[in-house]
T-cell receptor, first 116, second 115 residues
Framework: DTAVSQTPKYLVTQMGNDKSIKCEQN?????MYWYKQDSKKFLKIMFS???????INETVPNRFSPKSPDKAHLNLHINSLELGDSAVYFC???????????????FGPGTRLTVL | AQKVTQAQTEISVVEKEDVTLDCVYE???????LFWYKQPPSGELVFLIR??????QNEISGRYSWNFQKSTSSFNFTITASQVVDSAVYFC????????????FGKGTMLLVSP
């Protein structure tokens, strides 16, 4: 029944490790997003995919690599984790891309990443 | 570039009080959409409302109401008769209606409703 789901909910890891976060939506939406929420609660877009194609790539270190195997899934892989990567990562989806009038975004529950 | 300002960092009220959360935005686009999201202590982000820049009618949904004023670039959110369950961080956001745009969030207002 869940619209946008993410796994895992919590991720604790050591500096230098590689980790992945998975996201799935069952809303039939074409567009998916990754956001980062820092310790001050500020939300910033990282990536957006539309129909499996990358359409937005904000200034994010290339240690972060999104992958969209199909329209319903958008995963985030992070290499060589650093202390500053500690944050809550949110996946979201919308019917269409931002700015098209079908862009109400529905968010997943978030993944709290802690890098030690 | 877009900018969304939520000047109130934190608001504390007692249950049953009315409270207004302010949102002021800047954009050069003539058409855009405005949003409010709620983030309760459990952490998820919950969509509350989406507003088209062409539609300045106020909206009411139960105890929630929104006042959109293009002349002052504001999209304020009022909770009437607040309840403890309203305690959350509330985010205002904007997206222009052009190209592949991104959602710009304000920094959020933390609302604490005490019994």
């Amino acid at each position: 029944d869940t619209a946008v789901s993410q796994t895992p909910k919590y991720l604790v890891t050591q500096m230098g490790n590689d980790k992945s976060i998975k996201c799935e939506q069952n809303l039939g939406h074409d567009t998916m997003y990754w956001y980062k929420q820092d310790s001050k609660k500020f939300l910033k877009i990282m990536f957006s995919y539309n129909n499996k194609e990358l359409i937005i790539n904000e200034t994010v270190p290339n240690r972060f690599s999104p992958k969209s195997p199909d329209k319903a899934h958008l995963n985030l892989h992070i290499n060589s984790l650093e202390l500053g990567d500690s944050a809550v990562y949110f996946c979201a989806s919308s019917q269409g891309p931002g700015g098209t009038g079908t862009d109400t975004q529905y968010f997943g529950p978030g993944t709290r990443l802690t890098v030690l | 570039a877009q900018k969304v300002t939520q000047a109130q960092t934190e608001i504390s009220v007692v249950e049953k009080e009315d409270v207004t959360l302010d949102c002021v935005y800047e954009t050069r686009d003539t058409t855009y959409y405005l949003f409010w999201y709620k983030q309760p202590p459990s952490g998820e982000l919950v969509f509350l409302i989406r507003r088209n820049s062409f539609d300045e009618q106020n909206e009411i949904s139960g105890r929630y109401s929104w006042n959109f004023q293009k002349s002052t670039s504001s999209f304020n959110f009022t909770i009437t008769a607040s309840q403890v369950v309203d305690s959350a961080v509330y985010f205002c956001a904007l997206i222009p209606n052009s190209g592949y745009s991104t959602l710009t969030f304000g920094k959020g207002t933390m609302l604490l409703v005490s019994p």
